[in-house]
């Protein structure tokens, strides 16, 4: 069964700094991960997706890479704000499971002034 | 805009009663789409997946007659709380995929819905 688990699991950080959220899941058989972002009582939005075949991917201020051998994939920050602020999770789809996601435990990210 | 819509967002509901939350693709249709759950500070939970014009497919230790699943049409599939206790008091979360995508799957074209809100009190 795919585990996933995000470290940490809360990170608070001045306004301005980079910073590195951590996904690891225990089966590698993937087609691809993707990070989300949820704010409070909100649903989700999609943030980034990586294929199975890549290593990274880049939108703006973020950026996710995928070591899929390992298990494990990044999401790293560059100059942090205030409207950061928000739960991020990763989801794996991995293969034969029909589109079914297995979503991380999440990080809980607050960024202040 | 949203692509995927869910209502309503916000319910609340007696002990005892059932409650239906239903969740629309508004451009596209799907034959597939997933219920999830999310308990206050936790990740989401997978429930079932529901597939137009057939049962669907319920997670193990997910009740399939406590959470009903109807997915009649393309368009909208529903999940039907019955007889809520207070414990089933949580975020739902739907999402859909669209169809078309070549094998193998990217996952590009999952959309996922606002959420809905059930406090049963």
């Known amino acids: 069964k795919q585990e996933v688990t995000q470290i940490p699991a809360a990170l608070s950080v001045p306004e301005g700094e980079n910073l590195v959220l951590n996904c690891s899941f225990t089966d590698s058989a993937i087609y691809n991960l993707q990070w989300f972002r949820q704010d409070p009582g909100k649903g989700l939005t999609s943030l980034l997706l990586i294929q199975s075949s890549q290593r990274e991917q880049t939108s703006g201020r973020l950026n996710a890479s995928l070591d899929k051998s390992s298990g494990r994939s990044t999401l790293y920050i560059a100059a942090s704000q205030p409207g950061d602020s928000a739960t991020y999770l990763c989801?794996?789809?991995?293969?034969?499971?029909?589109?079914?996601?297995?979503f991380g435990t999440g990080t809980r990210l607050q960024v202040t002034l | 805009g949203a692509v995927v819509s869910q209502h309503p967002s916000r319910v609340i509901c007696k002990s005892g009663t059932s409650v239906k939350i239903e969740c629309r693709s508004l451009?596209?249709?799907?034959?597939?789409m997933f219920w999830y759950r999310q308990f206050p500070k936790q990740s989401l939970m997978l429930m079932a997946t529901?597939?137009?014009?057939?049962?669907?497919?319920?997670e193990q230790g997910v009740e399939k007659d406590k959470f009903l699943i109807n997915h009649a049409s393309l368009t909208l599939s529903t999940l039907t709380v019955t007889s809520a206790h207070p414990e089933d008091s949580s975020f739902y979360i739907c999402?859909?995929?669209?169809?078309?995508?070549?094998?193998?799957?990217?996952?590009?074209?999952?959309?996922f819905g606002e959420g809905s809100w059930l406090t049963v009190v």
């Open positions: 989801a794996v789809l991995h293969t034969g499971t029909a589109s079914k996601l297995t």
């Open positions: 451009d596209f249709q799907a034959t597939t």
């Open positions: 529901s597939n137009e014009g057939s049962k669907a497919t319920y």
């Open positions: 999402s859909a995929r669209r169809p078309g995508t070549h094998y193998p799957y990217s996952g590009n074209t999952i959309y």
